[in-house]
């Protein structure tokens, strides 16, 4: 992120109030979310789907790292907890990799077809539309007040949209081909992604140059 000219007092406030309701929308999303997929995944016998339901389990935590911060700030207290939040949504990213790793090897493992639950596919369904929206908001505001915390759960929302799109990509491929190992794939080629976009927020965190040449307070 470049730096740019300083907000006004009343502007960056705003912001930052907005930044503080976005995660509360996500946390209540994301707990809605498992909720539902840990729930109807039990039930269906779906690795995938309760999988997905404990990847919300992990956008909760980054979630509420960064409301800490960004409440903080909402009270006066300064942007207290920057590093501290990067580093839990960095721990959020590689959480995010083992999880995929180990959910994709046991569907792989044991050939599970996705099976449809149609309060699963509800719930990726409304992840795909929800999840992009809240990250690109979450982005816009992170980028204004100056916060790579902020940012990087923008890219962390935007990840489990992706799942999403894997969990709908599998019981789609499944019931049209047969190909039961398309969702355990295409999650796979997120895993690079992931283990960068992990690996940046640590860097951050401990105030170490990423690789676009930032340091861990620049944007």
């Known amino acids: 992120m470049a730096t740019s ?6 502007h960056q406030t705003a912001l930052v109030s907005r930044g503080v309701a976005l995660e509360k929308l996500t946390i209540a999303w994301n ?18 789907l309760t999988g997905f339901g404990f990847d919300s389990v992990i956008e909760i935590v980054a979630a509420v ?6 409440r903080a700030e909402a009270r006066g207290a300064g942007r207290v907890g920057e590093r501290t939040a990067l580093r839990v949504v960095g721990i959020a ?4 990799t083992a999880y995929v790793l180990v959910d994709s ?22 992840a795909v539309i929800v999840m992009p929206l809240l990250a690109r908001a979450k982005l816009r505001v992170g980028e204004a007040i100056d916060s790579p915390a ?8 935007l990840a489990c949209a992706w799942l ?8 789609g491929l499944n019931a049209a081909f047969g190909w039961w190992w398309a969702d355990p794939l295409a999650a796979l080629a997120m895993i690079p992604l992931l283990v960068r976009e992990g690996r940046e927020a640590i860097e951050r965190s401990r105030g170490k140059p ?10």
């Open 31 to 48: 707990a809605a979310e498992a909720v539902a997929a840990i729930a109807s995944g039990l039930a269906a016998r779906s690795i995938a």
């Open 65 to 70: 790292a960064l409301y800490a911060r960004l």
């Open 150 to 157: 902020l940012v990087a759960d923008a890219k962390c929302s």
């Open 210 to 219: 990423t690789s676009c040449g930032c340091h861990g307070e620049c944007a």
């Open 5 to 10: 000219a300083p907000l006004a007092p009343s």
């Open 93 to 96: 990213f590689f959480l995010l």
């Open 105 to 126: 090897a046991a569907t792989l493992w044991s050939r599970a077809a996705p099976r449809p639950t149609l309060t699963g596919v509800a719930v990726a369904l409304l």
């Open 164 to 171: 999403s799109v894997t969990v709908l990509l599998g019981v």
